[in-house]
């Protein structure tokens, strides 16, 4: 095996997630020596995610100790062997890239059925324990260790770190979910909340051609936003009724994850309409339907978590051409260095912004 770039005597910085009580620590780490098809990368910029906090907040068991953080760009430093970017070319030393939360392996019955993000041996990036040979497997530090089966993505070095950075995560899972739902130009889309998710919800069907983009969100400020981003019409939850009532929704995007929002994205369907559930990612209470509704109205119902490589793809070829990506890099303010990572995730979780940012020098 060769290695491309040098790797040799060099260390990285990460911040090491040690649980809720013990909480961060900034330390060093060795660089990887790295095996066939692995990629060491150095950290441009991370952002902090909603799982993140999670996470970060108990709510969410994840193995110990471990690098969070899964939203993050760089550039490569070093290659085991010759690795493929998606597009089939090399990815060579200084590329600027993005990769996917998770690795696939290509071969196993999930991967051929063309739903690889939930590979029989999936390893998620910033969700995965610290072993002998995987220290760097989080966006929160210096250098990320991309291990073998990770989808690589070049990113153009003309597209803004802030607007490339949640490609793929937030980014990715909505055109995953639009995939899912076979958006179409014709069809009218309801979004259901407008956080990071939802705001690239509406800017994505938008740039799908979809001319009725309908934002339902329970706080005016994500709702003003909606309209900046191209939803011709943002309403309070309680009006989504009567503004869909005389045909409904044909496409529908919940990205929130309250029961009482997904609930509504049944009632707001039109016939042969398909919703997608996005944000229902952690237990809820339960909601109801009445199936012979369901049945008659044709409806599709389809569950969206991650993505494929080929979402990612999409998901940065949409974020190069859409007419938001001022909008977009707006919802990152000023980010944080990676001594301040208390701070920053304080702020993550305290802040209207959509996301908070780590940069690296």
């Keep these: 095996m060769t290695t491309t770039g040098s790797t040799v005597n060099a260390t990285a910085t990460a911040a090491v997630w040690s649980g809720v009580e013990a909480g961060f620590t900034v330390d060093t780490l060795p660089l990887p020596a790295l095996r066939r098809g692995e990629v060491l990368v150095r950290t441009e910029l991370a952002t902090i995610c909603g799982s993140d906090l999670h996470t970060i907040n108990g709510d969410r068991p994840t193995p110990l100790p471990t690098v969070l953080g899964h939203e993050a760009i760089g550039h490569v430093v070093a290659t085991g062997g010759d690795v493929t970017a998606a597009d089939g070319q090399p990815v060579r030393q200084g590329d600027r890239i993005t990769w996917t939360i998770g690795t696939a392996c290509g071969t196993c019955r999930r991967c051929r059925r063309g739903i690889s993000q939930k590979c029989l041996s999936v390893r998620k990036y910033g969700h995965e324990a610290i072993d002998d040979h995987w220290k760097l497997n989080g966006g929160f530090g210096t250098h990320v260790h991309l291990v073998a089966g990770t989808g690589v993505v070049k990113v153009p070095d003309q597209l803004p770190a802030t607007v490339a950075t949640p490609a793929n995560c937030a980014t990715a899972t909505v055109t995953c979910a639009a995939r899912r739902t ?5 069809d009218v889309v309801v979004v259901l909340g407008c956080g990071m998710l939802g705001l690239t919800a509406v800017a994505y069907a938008r740039d799908r051609g979809c001319s ?15 309209a900046l981003f191209g939803a011709t019409a943002v309403v309070e939850p309680q ?9 409904g929704a044909d496409v529908v995007f919940e990205l929130s994850g309250n029961s009482r929002a997904v609930q509504s994205a049944f009632g707001v369907v039109d016939l042969g309409g398909r919703i997608a559930l996005v944000g229902s990612v952690s237990p809820a209470p339960e909601i109801s339907f009445e199936p012979s509704g369901f049945v008659k109205n044709l409806t599709t119902v389809v569950g969206c978590h991650n993505y494929r490589v080929d979402d ?13 990506q001022a909008l977009f890099a707006d919802l990152i303010p000023a980010p944080y260095a990676l001594a301040d990572i208390v701070q920053a995730v304080t702020t993550a979780g305290t802040s209207s912004a959509p996301r908070i940012a780590v940069q690296f020098p």
């Design 212 to 226: 009725t983009v309908i934002a339902s969100d329970v706080d005016p400020s994500r709702r003003e936003l909606a």
């Design 239 to 247: 009006d989504l009724a009567a503004i869909t009532s005389e045909y």
């Design 312 to 324: 990612l793809v999409e998901a940065v070829a949409f974020l190069g051409r859409t007419p938001a």
């Design 182 to 186: 076979e958006l179409d130009a014709d």
